[in-house]
């Protein structure tokens, strides 16, 4: 059993780092579907429009489980609202600050998690938790930079999407159950882009005027969507909403990496140091369980 156990949780790890690895790749890719045209909307619109046809049509292939009737209306409302009140925050925000000052806010968002998740469903703050939540954000900071600059409002809205991306991750592992994590992927990914039809309506669409800006479109909506999505609540029903977005903290390092890779950015002592404090974290986040399962052994 402590073997079952413990691949169980690794798992649980793995599908969530996957996550953040698939939605560490969407600025990469979004960089591309814009300078083929392509508006915010528009890449918005097709992500979730797309990615949400797709999943679906997988569900229903794969017979995936549906989440019970009784939390369809919050899945609903998680997509409607929770996930594109946190996009249009961040997005808006970059408008009126830098977009390293709005990234730093926005991963304020694990410590909201650990907290809120403590206050609402009495999860444990542990002292190793809160230590890793020391090394992930210190990482951040590194990784991301602290040179950002910007206004009261954009200072604000970045807040906001780090609140509302909080209160999704805790609502959604109250809800979102493994083996319905597909089909509940698809729930909120669909309703996310009703949203986003009604915004296009009044602004209209730009749509990608070459074969790289559909192809980075396709991308957004497969990898950073259909796989993020699938993998991240597949992982938060294994392994819980304050280790989840503790792992989410390997997006801005995967980022980082991904433009010096791909885009020719330059890798600092920083970045490295950053990523060593963010991996740190992860570990020092997966030992209580561990050190806990021996203790009940024993």
Known sequence: TIMKLDS????GYALVAL??????????????????GVDTTTLLLGRFLIGGIFLSLLAWAKRSPLPPKSSWPILFLLGLVGYTGTSFCYFTALNHASASLVALLLY???????????AISGEKLSRNNLLALLCASGGCMLVIGLSGKGDWRGIALALCAACAYSLYI?????????????AS?????????????CIALFKGVSLPQTTSGVAATLAIAF??????????????????????????????????????LFLGESLTISIIAGGFLIVAGLVISALPSRLHKKNEDL
Do not use: H, N
């Open 8 to 11: 169980q949780k690794v798992l």
């Open 19 to 36: 996550s953040a690895c698939c939605f560490a790749l969407m600025p990469i890719f979004a960089r591309i579907a814009y300078d083929s």
């Open 108 to 118: 304020a968002y694990p410590a909201l998690v650990i907290l809120l998740g403590f």
């Open 170 to 182: 805790i609502i959604s592992s109250q809800v979102v159950g493994t083996r319905t994590a597909m």
């Open 185 to 197: 992927s698809a729930f909120i990914i669909l309703s996310a882009s009703l949203s986003y039809c």
């Open 223 to 260: 990898f950073s969507t259909v796989v993020a999505f699938w993998s991240f609540f597949a992982g938060l029903g294994i392994i819980g909403s304050a280790k989840a977005s503790l792992v989410s903290t390997l997006e801005p390092l995967v980022t980082v990496l991904s433009a010096v």
